[in-house]
């Protein structure tokens, strides 16, 4: 079945460092990722879509500045948290789908940003 | 506004029981409802994908239905083990765009 993969599985970092995480699709075409913030015992909460060759669309209190997000290829997706805190410390997902409208979304295994 | 509810938050039953999760939606128009299972500290798993045309799908012990008209689904696991201990999320594509909308989760419990 779909792969995603996610790179790094767990960071941690000194506040003001900026950590790019990676999502790449594995063995499909991924026109659209997405990226997803997960506090604990909470749901997910999309924060942007990106779609590959454009830029990401945020959700609605994301900081486009502090989350950059990069889609240059079909198969990798990246979030960079510029100048992380610790309130930045959370679970980080990717999740990616195909070209059809009713193709399921395959998720990566996650983030764990800690921020000192 | 779509929203998506998931009831109970957490559950408990012995080993060998069949059990019942619930998911509920505010808007009738979707696209697709999809259930995934996620494990501690880990990411999503898709169990099983429900396009807006069907009532059911299934895959080895687990059967989702769909009832759009009512705005709810039902993900039955029959025959539990521990290792069917995780959370599941319930998540709804709107008609609209590729966004899904996650519930909270049922946190379940399969006791040995």
């Known amino acids: 079945g779909a792969v995603v993969s996610q790179h790094p599985s767990w960071v941690i970092c000194k506040s003001g460092t900026s950590v790019k995480i990676e999502c790449r699709s594995l063995d499909f075409q991924a026109t659209t990722m997405f990226w997803y913030r997960q506090f604990p015992k909470q749901s997910l909460m999309l924060m942007a879509t990106?779609?590959?060759?454009?830029?990401?669309?945020?959700e609605q209190g994301v900081e486009k500045d502090k989350f950059l997000i990069n889609h240059a290829s079909l198969t990798l997706s990246t979030l960079t948290v510029t100048s992380a805190h610790p309130e930045d410390s959370s679970f980080y997902i990717c999740s990616a789908s195909g070209d059809r409208t009713n193709q399921p979304q395959h998720f990566g295994d996650g983030t764990r940003l800690s921020i000192l | 506004k779509q929203e998506v509810t998931q009831i109970p938050a957490a559950l408990s039953v012995p080993e060998g029981e069949n059990l019942v999760l619930n998911c509920s939606f505010t808007d009738s128009a979707i696209y697709n409802l999809q259930w995934f299972r996620q494990d501690p500290g880990k990411g999503l798993t898709s169990l099983l994908l429900?396009?807006?045309?069907?009532r059911e799908q299934t895959s080895g012990r687990l059967n989702a239905s769909l009832d759009k008209s009512s705005g709810r689904s039902t993900l039955y696991i029959a025959a539990s083990q521990p290792g069917d201990s995780a959370t599941y999320l319930c998540?709804?594509?709107?008609?609209?765009?590729?966004?899904?909308?996650f519930g909270k989760g049922t946190r379940l419990h399969i006791l040995p």
């Open positions: 429900i396009q807006s045309s069907q």
């Open positions: 998540a709804v594509r709107p008609g609209s765009d590729d966004k899904i909308i």
């Open positions: 990106s779609n590959e060759g454009s830029k990401a669309t945020y």
